[in-house]
């Protein structure tokens, strides 16, 4: 079953904007990643944030983790037309490769030109 | 990364027949999984392909429906067996354990299983 409840479900926002996506997990971790999907296909990995970690950037990204809440947020700054897609998050329990992911119910963002 | 094959990227199925979906990553990989996606919804593990044994399933998942084999580290396959329309989802396979990224996986782009 899924562990993480990401909201909102969808998003739609102006070209340059910011998105904001949350997700929210039931049990202890060892990291947590986010997930982009374009169209129906494949999952490409964005970014890694570790247990002890509370934030991390890559280019237009921004990931913030909560351990005592259970939850973390993305953040897409200065948002593109390609950046419309579906993201999920996803949980690591252990840190062993290999390691299963338990992923969220999506947020899909549609970023208007 | 890994670079991962999947074929086919789509099909269209008669009930009552089954379809052989395949994997092939372009390096050694230690973990290989295999997802269901219904649409508009997430991700729901179906079973890990262990190399050399039989696959571990997920709750709900029985290797009757879902035979797996996965005889070396660079290639698996997913039988969907007996499909019914209920079965019409997209299928993933990713890998995990690469060389360079030991805790991300990577995704084949999917084959969009319709059945009719």
């Known amino acids: 079953s899924q562990q993480g409840e990401e909201d909102p479900q969808a998003l739609s926002i102006q070209e340059g904007e910011n998105a904001t996506m949350n997700c929210s997990y039931k049990t202890s971790i060892n990291n947590l990643q986010w997930y982009r999907q374009n169209s129906g296909r494949g999952l490409v990995h964005l970014i890694l944030i570790r247990s002890n970690e509370r934030e991390k950037h890559s280019g237009r990204l921004r990931v913030t983790l909560d351990t005592s809440k259970k939850s973390s947020s993305l953040l897409i700054t200065a948002s593109r037309a390609a950046d419309t897609a579906s993201y999920f998050c996803?949980?690591?329990?252990?840190?062993?490769?290999?390691?299963?992911?338990?992923f969220g119910g999506g947020t899909r963002l549609m970023v208007k030109p | 990364s890994a670079v991962i094959s999947q074929k086919p990227s789509r099909d269209i199925c008669q009930r009552g027949t089954s379809l052989t979906i395949q994997c092939q990553v372009d390096s050694q990989v230690t973990m290989m999984f295999w997802y269901r996606q219904q649409p508009g919804q997430s991700l729901t593990l179906i079973a890990t392909a262990n190399q050399g044994s039989e696959a571990t399933y997920e709750s709900g998942f029985v290797i009757d429906k879902f035979p797996i084999s996965r005889p070396n580290l660079t290639f698996s396959t997913l039988t969907v067996s007996n499909m019914s329309p209920e079965d019409s989802s997209i299928y993933l396979c990713?890998?995990?354990?690469?060389?360079?990224?030991?805790?991300?996986?990577?995704f084949g782009a999917g084959t969009r299983l319709s059945v009719l």
């Open positions: 996803a949980t690591a329990a252990g840190y062993n490769a290999g390691n299963m992911l338990t």
């Open positions: 990713s890998v995990a354990g690469t060389a360079v990224a030991k805790n991300i996986q990577y």
